[in-house]
Structures are given as structure tokens and as C-alpha cells.
């Protein structure tokens, strides 16, 4: 695959401009606030320019017979609520590799309440299921019944993309695959950093119901205070199950109360649609910028269509699955498995955004050995 164009020129580019203006001094350690001159852009840049290039693959674990292991085997899904597109992607990458390598992979429809995902466990169990995930974000506290009968029946739970790798899991999960939300978190700061010269202001959205969202707020706070002293960062909390009512209104009266915002930085890109939106209707689509985290393909396409966002901290969803399924294979057939698993980060901006596709997809742009080394490691070829 090309990958002719990259988001590294521009990170050259921008480099040299703060050198050239003095702005690669270290700041000091330890203030919650300052001024642009206490920012460290040296710091900040070199974070993102880690996650410049499309990501290698690393296998998660040794190789074993994956269409022995899993033959007439079920996995159940339940994601934190189906609606969102960055669940639906995920969904469809899972079914896909579960057909390639021979067993059923369901999703449970539901639109975000623990009394839906309570429902979709109980249907679980009722059908035999062989492991049940919880997909990005239900908090296994809120369903303690259902984990409980899920024990007693001898159906391990799986909650993949429910916490940040820096999180501890609840106890009654089998294993967790869990995301680098933190390090993405940081990599927002870092370019709202690097792009207002250490003296932007920060409106970020987070979503407490989610739990990896508390570990992105606790990252940006911490970067803010290493990178960017003499940023101003305001942070509104909004639930998944709101987003399309509430992000709208609350980012348009931020904008319009403090007109000196620069960046609005959604922890999960999909809050992004109603971000933009917002940004539009408050006539400020000149001035305000959006770096997000997720890569989600529809955002992409969003990005293409909009300079509102800039930036988006990437990862594969297909890889992502690929990963998770991994996982959850060995953890059905008995065999080791790897609590430090996850999937790596690649930042898209409108330098290398063609190399996501158009419509952009959920794998493009990611490079192709991470497919080939997973169907090598399952003994698929």
C-alpha cells in the first residue's frame, strides 16, 4: 500500500517554524499554570511525531490452531450502545474475521443502559454463548447480577476497549483488552499545544459514563501541566447516551460565553459530529479547531468534507478486532493470554488523509502486515 503521503512534512514544517520563533524552551515541572514561554513544544512535538508513521505489527502471543480452537464456538457482543458508529465498525470487522476463521460472532442492539445490556447478557447466557465481551466502555460494577450468573454458568467476560491500559479491571472479567486512551489523550494536548504555541484555549469533552474517559481527563490534565502551562482548558462531561442532544448546545454556549477558544478537543471522535456542528452555528468554523481520538471512518470522511477537524489520533478498528479476537480465541481455548494487548495509534490529518480511503475504511492506511501476521499467528496460512 502507498503511503506516499504523511503527516511527517508538516510536522517538519511546523517544527522549524517554532525554532525559528524560540518556542522549543523546556518548561518547569510541577505548575498547574504559567505562560507561553513555560511551554515545552519540543515535549509535545516529539509525542506526535511517535505516531507519524503507520504502525508495525507485534504479535500479541504465540501461534495456535484458531479454526480448531473455536470450531462451533460463539462469542457475544455487547457494545456500550450500537448506535454509535464507532461500535457498528468494530462489529462489522469482528463478523468478518469470525467468518474467515469459522465461528458466530453476535452484537446486541441496544441503545446505551445497563438495563439493555443486562438484557443482552441474560440472552447470552440463554443461548450458550462461549464468552461474552463487553465492547467500549460498560463497567462490569453496573451488571454485578449478570456477571455473576455469567460466573456461575462458566461463561467468561471479555471487556475489551473498556479501560485504559494505565486502569485496573473489575475482578470478575476473564481479561480485558484495553486501549491506549491515555497516550491518545496526551497527543490532543500535545498538538493544541504545538499549534497555539503553548497559549491555547481548551474546551474538552468528556464522558464519564464511558470508563476510559476518566483516564484521558487525568492524561490531559497532566500534560497540560507538563507541556502547556499556559493553556486555559474548561472540561464538560457528557454522557454517551447524550451526546446527540446535549454536545450541540453545551459546546455552543462555551463558544459563544468565551470567545477566545481555539480548539475543542472530543475524547472519542464520534462527539465530533455535533462538535462541528456547533462550531458552524456559532459562526466560528474560521477560528476553532477539533483534534479528536478514535479514527473512526465515518469521522474521517467527516474531516475530509470539514477543516473544523484537524486532527484525529487513529486507530484500526479492524486491527483493534483482530486484536480483541485474538484474545478471546485463547482465552476460550484454554491457552495464555497477553494483559498488555492492545493496538497501536497513527495520527490522520488532511496531509495523509487519502491514504484512509474514500469513503474512508477501518483499515486503509494502517499498512497490511498487521492482517498477514494475524492469519499467520491463527495457522490460517
Request: a negative charge; charged letters at 20%; aromatic letters at 8%.
Amino acid at each position: 500500500m502507498s503511503q506516499s503521503r504523511s503527516v511527517r512534512p508538516a510536522l517538519a514544517a511546523l517544527a522549524l517554524t517554532l525554532v525559528a520563533a524560540g518556542l522549543t524552551a523546556c518548561a518547569e515541572q510541577g505548575g498547574a499554570t504559567g505562560s507561553a514561554d513555560d511551554a515545552d513544544l519540543t515535549a509535545a512535538l516529539a509525542r506526535v511525531d511517535k505516531y507519524a508513521d503507520p504502525p508495525a505489527f507485534e504479535a500479541p502471543g504465540e501461534p495456535f490452531d484458531a479454526r480448531s480452537v473455536m470450531a462451533g464456538k460463539t462469542i457475544a457482543g455487547i457494545p456500550v450502545n450500537s448506535a454509535i458508529d464507532f461500535t457498528q465498525f468494530y462489529a462489522d470487522a469482528a463478523e468478518r474475521i469470525a467468518g474467515e476463521v469459522g465461528f458466530s460472532y453476535t452484537t446486541w442492539p441496544n441503545q446505551g443502559s445497563p438495563t439493555e445490556w443486562d438484557q443482552g447478557m441474560q440472552k447470552a447466557l440463554s443461548e450458550k454463548a462461549d464468552l461474552i465481551e463487553l465492547f467500549a466502555g460498560i463497567d462490569p460494577a453496573q451488571l454485578a447480577p449478570a456477571m455473576s450468573r455469567a460466573g456461575d454458568a462458566g461463561v467468561p467476560v471479555l471487556a475489551t476497549d473498556g479501560y485504559d491500559l494505565t486502569q485496573r479491571a473489575d475482578e470478575a472479567l476473564a481479561g480485558t483488552v484495553s486501549c491506549p486512551c491515555s497516550e491518545a489523550a496526551r497527543v490532543m494536548i500535545d498538538w493544541a499545544t504545538l499549534k497555539t504555541e503553548g497559549a491555547g484555549t481548551l474546551l474538552v469533552l468528556t464522558s464519564s459514563d464511558v470508563k476510559a474517559s476518566a483516564a484521558s481527563e487525568s492524561a490531559m490534565k497532566d500534560e497540560l501541566r507538563a507541556v502547556c502551562p499556559g493553556c486555559e482548558a474548561t472540561f464538560i462531561d457528557i454522557p454517551s447516551a447524550d451526546w446527540a442532544t446535549k454536545i450541540l448546545p453545551q459546546v455552543q454556549s462555551a463558544l459563544v460565553a468565551d470567545p477566545d477558544i481555539d480548539y475543542v478537543l472530543p475524547v472519542f471522535d464520534t462527539m465530533s459530529i455535533w462538535a462541528v456542528q456547533a462550531i458552524t452555528q456559532s459562526g466560528r468554523q474560521d477560528k476553532v479547531r477539533i483534534a479528536t481520538y478514535n479514527g473512526t471512518p465515518s469521522i474521517l470522511d467527516l474531516m475530509r468534507d470539514s477543516d473544523i477537524i484537524e486532527m484525529n489520533v487513529g486507530q484500526s478498528n479492524d486491527w483493534m478486532a483482530h486484536v480483541t479476537l485474538d484474545q478471546a480465541m485463547r482465552t476460550i481455548g484454554g491457552l495464555p493470554t497477553n494483559p498488555e494487548a492492545s493496538w497501536p495509534l497513527y495520527v490522520w490529518t488532511h496531509e495523509n488523509l487519502d491514504q484512509a480511503g474514500d469513503p474512508a475504511t477501518d483499515s486503509r492506511g494502517y499498512g497490511e502486515a498487521y492482517q498477514d501476521g494475524f492469519r499467520t499467528l491463527w495457522g490460517l496460512s
